[in-house]
Every structure is written in C-alpha cells, then in structure tokens.
C-alpha cells in the first residue's frame, strides 16, 4: 500500500465527498504547540488548563479517585522545586466550544482516522 492510498483514509480527505451522507463535521487544524504537547515525552503529562477554570476531570464517565486502590503521588519529597504549571491552550478551546455550540452541544471526536 502506497502512502497516498493510506492518507486517502483521513478525514480531511474523504469527508467532502461523503459529506452529504455523513455527520455534520467541522474539522480543527491542531496549533503547532498542541501537538508538541502531545509528542512531548517528558513527565509528567499535564492535563490542559481551561480558560474557564472547568475542570476535565468533573465531567468524566469514570473517576479513579472512585477505586479502592487509587492512590495521589506525592512527588519525590524535593520540596524546593515547583509543580508544573499545566499548559493552555486558550484558542483551540474557543474554537472547539464554538464548534460543540453550533453542532447542538450533542458531539463526539472523529479524530483523523475514523472511517466514514
């Protein structure tokens, strides 16, 4: 298979001509700093912040704080060096929850492999 054929498979690249028989979609170019956040391969990962001080945690299906074994690390006892503040990203939040507002508050992720 050739990588022609393999990128045909992306969203980006099907939807518009599967568009009138598909889920609305809106589809988000990801900021240059998103993805070097999710590249990254220093610990810890951070969840985003939200600009609107949500918490991602709250609205979650399960929470692991809910387990019997679940356990908060402490850290390695080295008092004199700061926690990481966790990144933001004000923008792609905005357009997202523009996106989520104009599609009915009802979505779900299609990242860019989903099939139509």
Same mark, same amino acid.
């Given at each position: ?30 900021? +240059? /700093? ?12 951070? $969840?985003?912040?939200?600009? =609107?001080? @949500? ?23 080295? +008092? /004199? ?12 939040? $905005?357009?997202?929850?523009? =996106?989520? @507002? ?15």
């Amino acid at each position: 298979m050739k990588v022609e054929d393999v990128n045909r498979c992306q969203i980006q690249d099907w939807y518009p001509k599967f568009k009138s028989i598909s889920l609305k979609t809106i589809l988000h170019e990801l900021p +240059e /700093s998103f993805i070097q956040y999710l590249v990254e391969d220093s610990a810890p990962f951070l $969840l985003p912040m939200s600009m =609107s001080s @949500e918490d991602a945690l709250l609205n979650r299906v399960h929470n692991p704080e809910d387990e019997e074994d679940f356990e908060v690390s402490e850290g390695s006892g080295d +008092e /004199s060096e700061p926690p990481p503040q966790p990144p933001c990203f004000p923008e792609l939040e $905005l357009e997202i929850r523009k =996106s989520i @507002e104009f599609l009915g508050s009802a979505v779900f992720p299609k990242l860019n492999w989903s099939s139509p």
